[in-house]
């Protein structure tokens, strides 16, 4: 069977018409040339070329496997260039887990990174609750996820990429929403207060426990919530108040407004990148490197 580098030297006389040329092309003297020619035409059982002392043809043949040889090693090209992308984290694709509340802040930071460091690697998304990003994190049918920490499987790495602050997300007509300044977190006491699910939002309904607990107030949990979305569409039906995340108010939901919260911590809420420590995918270095 033939070899690319016979390929190579038929298609640099092929072009030449001239074995003299396409052995100073090639870099090579002109003996070897034509033995490579003729065992390559011996390899196809075919003459490539018609040959005079004074020139050099290529027979029908010969014009028919041109094309081929060129096809043939533009396609070795693309493949080493390939490899060496997907190797070098350039190439390939990576399947990142996100949380919806993360959509709104650290997601579209993540994807601009990625086309900046990495344009040729196709980003496959997937919304998940952070309990189910940890399960495909292991599984290793996601590379990376966006998650609410803490990440406690032992084969997971994580760091933290962001924090933001808590607000209140309050009917526009509710008597909280027209006050000056940071609220209190005791002005919740009593209120009708719209929470989230210690399931699906097991983050988010921790931490609002704690900081009720640590203010030792008792507010009325009117509906319990998974989604950011769902519990300001509530708000602005005027079934209750909220404590969201700060990147909630990009969403803009008319009916609400928005008020800054005292907090001992000020800013509570966190988000992490987590990945899984044996993971080998060299697109996940590359943006782990770069975030």
């Known amino acids: 069977m033939f070899t690319l580098a016979q390929l190579t030297n038929f298609v640099a006389v092929a072009e030449e018409l001239h074995f003299g040329r396409a052995a100073v092309r090639l870099r090579m003297t002109q003996p070897p040339l034509s033995r490579q020619i003729q065992l390559l035409e011996a390899d196809l059982q075919v003459s490539l070329f018609d040959r005079t002392n004074r020139s050099v043809r290529l027979t029908p043949a010969g014009r028919a496997f041109l094309n081929e040889a060129r096809r043939i090693l533009h396609q070795s090209e693309s ?3 390939s490899v060496r992308q997907m190797s070098a984290g350039q190439a390939g694709s990576l399947t990142v887990g996100f949380t919806a509340t993360s959509a709104h802040s650290l997601l579209g930071t993540l994807l601009d990174t990625a086309r900046a460091v990495m344009p040729g690697v196709e980003i496959v998304l997937r ?3 952070t309990r189910d990003q940890l399960e495909a994190l292991s599984e290793s049918s996601l590379d990376l996820g966006l998650v609410r920490p803490p990440v406690t499987p032992r084969d997971l790495s994580s760091r933290q990429a962001a924090q933001e602050h808590l607000l209140a997300a309050l009917p526009s007509g509710h ?3 027209s006050e000056r300044g940071p609220l209190p977190v005791t002005a919740f006491d009593g209120q009708d207060v719209l929470m989230y699910s210690p399931v ?5 309904h921790e931490l609002l426990i704690s900081i009720f607990r640590a203010a030792r107030i008792a507010p009325v949990f009117a509906q319990y919530l998974s989604q950011v979305h769902s519990i300001l569409a509530l708000v602005a039906g005027g079934w209750g108040v909220a404590l969201v995340p700060e990147s909630a108010a990009l969403l803009r939901y ?3 407004t928005f008020r800054e919260v005292g907090l001992t911590v000020p800013a509570p809420v966190e988000l992490a990148l987590a990945w899984r420590k044996n993971n080998d995918n ?4 590359v943006l782990l490197d770069h975030m």
């Open 254 to 256: 008319a009916g609400v």
């Open 282 to 285: 060299p697109t996940l270095r």
């Open 79 to 81: 493949a080493v260039l």
């Open 127 to 129: 919304e998940m609750v």
């Open 175 to 177: 008597p909280l929403a």
């Open 200 to 204: 699906e939002a097991r983050y988010f």
